[in-house]
Structures are given as C-alpha cells and as structure tokens.
C-alpha cells in the first residue's frame, strides 16, 4: 500500500538522520502525520490523539506509540515494524510509556527533538511530555526538521502531484459546469468533490471552499449553503489530493454579465499572478513573490483590500489543512527558491463596501529555470 518503494523511504531516513546528527540530536520524537507518511509511508489518523513515532540517529528502526484503533493501518502502510500499544483509560498516560520506550532503547540523559509544530501535539499532550521527561533527557524544538526535507519533491512525488492537478482542474470545470441561477452553493462543493473521487482522488484534509456573494469576500469557508441569483459571483479555492498530495487552484465564476468594476478588479488581479508567477526563480528569496504581489496591489489602489501573504507550500498533509506550511509566501521571507519545490500563489481581493471579490491561483512546480503552473485551465474569469 506504500506509495513509494522502500529505497526511497530508506533514503528519506538517511538524510533525517544525517541533520538529527547535524544538529546534536540523538533521536527525534515525530508526532506529525506528515512527517510519519514521508519517512515510513504510515498513512493514518491517530495523529488527532498522542501518536508518536520514535527515530534514533544511529538506527534505522522505528518504534511507533499509538492507539489500538491504529495497529492495522500502522502495520500494512508503513515500515514500521516495531509498533506499541497505549489503551484508553481513565488515568491513560502514554507519555509514560514512550519515555519506557526511551529507557529501553538506552536514551537516558539523550538530546532529544521534538516536532512542536504540528497539529499531531497539543498543548496538553505536549506539557504532559515535557514533565514526565524532564528528569531523563534534554528536549529541544526540532519542528523543522522533516519538514524542511519535504520541500523538495522527489520524482515520485511530483508525479503524484501532477496527479492531483488534472483532478483540480477537473473539479472547477465541474463546478462551473452546476452554477447557475436556483442552485445552491454546497451542489458545486459536491460536483468538485464527485471528480476528485470518482477520478482516484482521496478526500482532500480541507474544503473546499465555495463561497457566493458577499460571502466570496471571506478567506474561509462558512456553514449553510446559499441559492445562487440571477446576478452572483462564487470563489471556488480548492485542493485535489492524490496519495495525501494536494494541489490547489482557485478560479472566479460570475453569473450574468459581469460589472465594469469587476472587470477591472479581474485584470488587476491577473496581472499581479502574471508578475508573481514570473518573479519564482531558483536561487531568489521567496519573499521576492510576495514583493510584487504588493506592488501590483497597491499601485492599483487595493492596498486595503489585498492579504498579507500571497500563498505557501504543498506537499501531502492531513487534516485540518492543505496548507503545507511553513513556508507562506510573505514579503521579506528569505528561504531561498529551489528546483523541485510546490507553491500555490494565489491573489484574492475581495471589497467589504461593495461585496465584490475576485480570487485567482494556481499551484506551481520550481524547475530549474522558472515556476511550472500545473494547472492547464486558462487564468482566466469564468462567466456564465
């Protein structure tokens, strides 16, 4: 069920022990989904509970900590062989048992990492964890760790992408296909997620977002669905998933003829994604994409209505989100741009006076000359 042979995992291994060793670090305690799907293929849920897969420096053998529900999954989708059982409980406390798991396998007094960030830890499990293993070994923030490995995309993972952008185009053109006047908002949601699933996707860990009206100014979703009018504009902002890999892209539709003023909003707003698809380039900081974002905006008089930040990474992730970040494309961000990394750059305006909006993005992949769109729809405002 792996989604990669295990060369490929056992290289992703080796690289996360080379920085492990870089940075002083005897083991590393993985609590993120994402990071335990990279490095061992375990694709699951447990995550939303305390799961905990522990790698050393110096061996390539794992030892995951989940919860009964998990061992099946755990043991047909990953490379894991070592896989021990914490069970609920009232007084269930598997920090316990995973700093067992420490003294066993000899780390005591060990400089231990820790994925911090990451939906995988809450605050409560983590605060557990800290003082249940404070008097045996030393832990440090280690959060960017694996996840700086993953900005870069293999071969394998590309084409999983690729992947998941055919079904993302497939999935505005469905959505476009069921807007008209009387149909409500939530059918065009259900058309998108009918092609990413009848076409091999998975479910994507988020939306997608299909917002109409004045609610096409929000960056969120919002609960209820809305009948679409005679005279209407709906933001669709989504992502495909293809093996837990997501693409997004984001495309405006109007119903009837759209306004002189939305027009002009669309070209302002085409021209500014034109510019930032241009300014990705090997080798220049990140944040040179979200520079002229602001740029384009502001010179057009929309430096109230345009976000702070222009768009982040992709990879494969889990719920609650398809945003693989950090990095987000924000100015003054100076990771440096590098062959094989995934961004979705998008540029959404939308005006709380008059309740126009118009969103644009597309996902790309860095080549080692420019920004790759990877959609094949056109940039373009889709009326109806």
Known sequence: MSAFPAAEYQSRIAACQAEMQLRGLDALLIFAQESQYYLFGY????????QCTLLTATS???TLLCRRPDVAQARDTSTIDDIRIWFDAEDANPALQLRDILLEKGLRG??????????????????????????DVTLHDASSLVRTLRLIKSPGEISLIRRAAELADKAIEAAADKAEP??????????????????GGDVPPAGPLVNSGKRAIYGRGVGGPRMLAEHDQVIVELAASFRRYNCCIERTIVIGPPSAAQHSMFEVVSAAMTQMLAAFKPGQPLGAVDDVHRQVLDAAGFANQRYAACGYSLGATY??????VPPMIFSGNALTVQPGMVFFPHVML??????????????????????ESLSRLPRELIVK
Do not use: K
């Not at 694709?43 to 305390?50: A, K, L, M, S």
């Not at 409500?184 to 076409?199: N, P, T």
């Open 182 to 199: 009387g149909v409500l908002d939530a059918a065009l949601a259900a058309a998108c997620l009918q092609e990413i699933l009848l076409g």
């Open 319 to 324: 719920r609650p989100s398809w945003m693989d």
């Open 43 to 50: 694709d699951g849920g447990g995550y939303v509970f305390f």
């Open 60 to 62: 390539a053998t794992p």
């Open 110 to 135: 060990a400089v231990i990492g820790v994925e911090l960030e990451t939906y995988g830890l809450t605050a409560g499990n983590w605060e557990n964890l800290r003082q249940t293993l404070a008097a």
């Open 350 to 371: 939308g005006d709380a006076d008059s309740g126009r909006a118009v969103g644009l993005g597309d996902s790309v992949l860095i080549t080692a000359e420019w920004a």
